[in-house]
């Protein structure tokens, strides 16, 4: 029986797509690779989509993956989209895995600016 590859489950406004870096450790000279799951926030980011975000961030950290977020697109998001986004910003600095802006909109930074959540989401300024 031949062995199928499963696709990665993904919102029609947004998917995550993964990626390897190399990472070298100072302290070694090693150089070792770490995956990076890049979430696509498409343009509508929030509740609507909430809980696919959630399981495609969730299994990206659970799999021990640093997270990017390229949220280039977006031209609406909501609260909800961005406090799930600062949940797991902690979440990945908490177990040691990073939680990285890609790319982000005027129209998602000045919401962020808004709702007053800009800091904690460590979007540097303009």
């Known amino acids: 029986m031949k062995k199928g590859t499963k696709k990665q489950a993904g919102s029609k406004r947004g998917a995550g797509t993964n990626t390897s870096t190399n990472k070298q ?3 070694s000279n090693e150089t070792s690779e770490v995956s990076v799951f890049t979430l696509n926030c498409g343009e509508d980011f929030g509740l609507r989509d ?12 659970n799999e021990g993956r640093s997270v990017e977020v ?4 977006v031209t609406q998001t909501d609260t909800a989209g961005l406090q799930m986004l600062y949940a797991f910003s902690k979440k990945a600095s908490e177990i ?5 802006w890609k790319n982000v ?7 962020a600016d808004l709702l007053g959540m800009s ?6 300024p303009q």
Do not use: V
Request: proline share 0%.
């Open 25 to 27: 450790d100072t302290s």
């Open 50 to 61: 909430a809980q696919d975000f959630y399981q495609q961030l969730a299994g990206a950290l």
């Open 70 to 73: 390229d949220a280039s697109r």
């Open 96 to 100: 040691g895995l990073g939680f990285e």
């Open 105 to 111: 909109s005027k129209d998602f930074r000045e919401t």
């Open 119 to 124: 800091d904690c989401l460590n979007l540097s």
